[in-house]
């Protein structure tokens, strides 16, 4: 009778476990032969998550519910990126059909550039703070790998531009993650003073002494506080308010400061939950305070505020809403610019989508 029990109770928990996550089946091939591509990078871009091919082309995972960008990549192959969820249908098998990189045209570029010989000599300090950041975090942040970056300036443009020969490896000792990172493009204006970069990144936790994790776990949890992953996922949650959010509509007007409250913030016009996710139907500009955290003195230095600043603030401008799934991932990320605090805040603040407040 025991045994019988005991049996029982081992199925019903094996249940909850799947009912947590969800498994992603996968083929990677050639484009014109058909042949099974081996040792494909498989990830989830900015998780932990990933693998690589077996001989026959498969892979398999099996994720925590939630949204992610899958990659797909393979040396010498356009790279493929697919968003994955636990609310779509599960397929047996995804085929993923990679088409060899036609290296010619960007050949025929290179030379008509303005590549800087001794660009990380030149540039690799200026890069580093608007890519990995200036923030306390970002001065225990390294690059291993600069070589592998390529500078590029446009006199006529007044903008450089930073590329990769493979991916970057970047070690954050403040946080405790190896980052790989698959950088697609970095450009800064020096006419607008705007930086821009997309790339995929891939956590790796790093080993070390029990003291020293016990500081990594205290420094992940203060640099959650108040980010944009907590943020979507108390929003997710409609636990703003009692999270310590506050959320303003702004004026029309591009130049003005002036906001309002907005009183109900999970209001059926604008916040739908389905069985894809959150909906959240805003549109334009909206003030983002977080008052549960003080801001980093060194962001109100270098921005030139006052020192007795209480909250963080962070202005976004949305195109047309986004949907934000259980994990705190949210699409369409393009559509949602911010800047202020979340924006101050780069790569050396960034936590992965499976990461959990403790």
Same mark, same amino acid.
């Given at each position: 009778?025991?045994?019988?029990?005991?049996?029982? +109770?081992?199925? +019903?928990?094996?249940?909850?476990?799947?009912?947590?996550?969800?498994?992603?089946?996968?083929?990677?091939?050639?484009?014109?032969?058909?042949?099974?591509?081996?040792?494909?990078?498989?990830? +989830?871009?900015?998780?932990?998550?990933?693998?690589?091919?077996?001989?026959?082309g498969l892979f398999y995972m099996n994720l925590p519910n939630g949204g992610y960008d899958l990659v797909i990549s393979y040396t010498g192959y356009e790279k493929k990126l697919l968003r994955i969820s636990n609310t779509q249908p599960q397929k047996d098998t995804l085929l993923f059909v990679l088409a060899p990189q036609d290296n010619s045209m960007a050949e025929v570029a290179v030379v008509a550039s303005n590549e800087v010989a001794d660009g990380w000599n030149k540039y690799g300090k200026f890069f580093s703070?608007?890519?990995?950041?200036?923030?306390?975090?970002?001065?225990? +942040?390294?690059?291993?790998?600069?070589?592998?970056?390529?500078?590029?300036?446009?006199?006529?443009?007044?903008?450089?531009?930073?590329?990769?020969?493979?991916?970057?490896?970047?070690?954050?000792?403040?946080?405790?993650?190896?980052?790989?990172?698959?950088?697609?493009?970095?450009?800064?204006?020096?006419?607008?003073?705007?930086?821009?970069?997309?790339?995929?990144?891939?956590?790796?936790?790093?080993?070390?002494?029990?003291?020293?994790?016990?500081?990594?776990?205290?420094?992940?949890?203060?640099?959650?506080?108040?980010?944009?992953?907590?943020?979507? !996922?108390?929003?997710?949650?409609?636990?703003?308010?009692?999270?310590?959010?506050?959320?303003?509509?702004?004026?029309?007007?591009?130049?003005?400061?002036?906001?309002?409250?907005?009183?109900?913030?999970?209001?059926?016009?604008?916040?739908?939950?389905?069985?894809?996710?959150?909906?959240?139907?805003?549109?334009? !500009?909206?003030?983002?305070?977080? !008052?549960?955290?003080?801001?980093?003195?060194?962001?109100?230095?270098?921005?030139?505020?006052?020192?007795?600043?209480?909250?963080?603030?962070?202005?976004?401008?949305?195109?047309?809403?986004?949907?934000?799934?259980?994990?705190?991932?949210?699409?369409?990320?393009?559509?949602?610019?911010?800047?202020?605090?979340?924006?101050?805040?780069?790569?050396?603040?960034?936590?992965?989508?499976?990461?959990?407040?403790?």
């Open positions: 009778m025991k045994k019988s029990v005991f049996l029982a +109770c081992l199925v +019903c928990f094996v249940s909850v476990l799947q009912a947590q996550n969800f498994p992603i089946l996968g083929k990677v091939v050639d484009s014109t032969s058909g042949q099974a591509l081996s040792k494909a990078s498989v990830f +989830c871009q900015n998780t932990t998550f990933g693998t690589i091919t077996n001989n026959e703070d608007n890519f990995i950041g200036t923030t306390p975090n970002a001065a225990h +942040c390294t690059i291993l790998n600069p070589e592998a970056l390529r500078f590029f300036y446009t006199k006529k443009r007044n903008r450089l531009r930073v590329t990769a020969k493979e991916d970057i490896t970047i070690i954050n000792n403040a946080l405790g993650y190896s980052i790989r990172y698959q950088l697609d493009s970095f450009s800064y204006d020096y006419n607008t003073k705007i930086s821009q970069f997309t790339g995929y990144p891939l956590f790796e936790e790093m080993d070390t002494t029990e003291d020293v994790k016990k500081t990594w776990v205290s420094n992940r949890a203060k640099t959650y506080l108040g980010s944009r992953l907590h943020f979507m !996922r108390s929003m997710y949650d409609s636990i703003i308010t009692d999270e310590g959010f506050t959320v303003e509509k702004m004026n029309d007007d591009p130049k003005s400061t002036k906001g309002s409250n907005i009183e109900n913030l999970y209001d059926s016009s604008f916040y739908f939950v389905d069985s894809s996710g959150v909906s959240v139907g805003w549109d334009g !500009r909206y003030r983002i305070g977080y !008052r549960k955290v003080l801001p980093d003195k060194k962001f109100l230095q270098e921005f030139r505020l006052p020192a007795n600043a209480s909250v963080q603030v962070t202005l976004l401008d949305i195109a047309d809403g986004f949907v934000i799934e259980q994990n705190g991932y949210f699409y369409e990320q393009y559509d949602v610019i911010n800047s202020g605090y979340w924006a101050w805040k780069k790569l050396a603040e960034l936590l992965p989508y499976n990461y959990e407040y403790e």
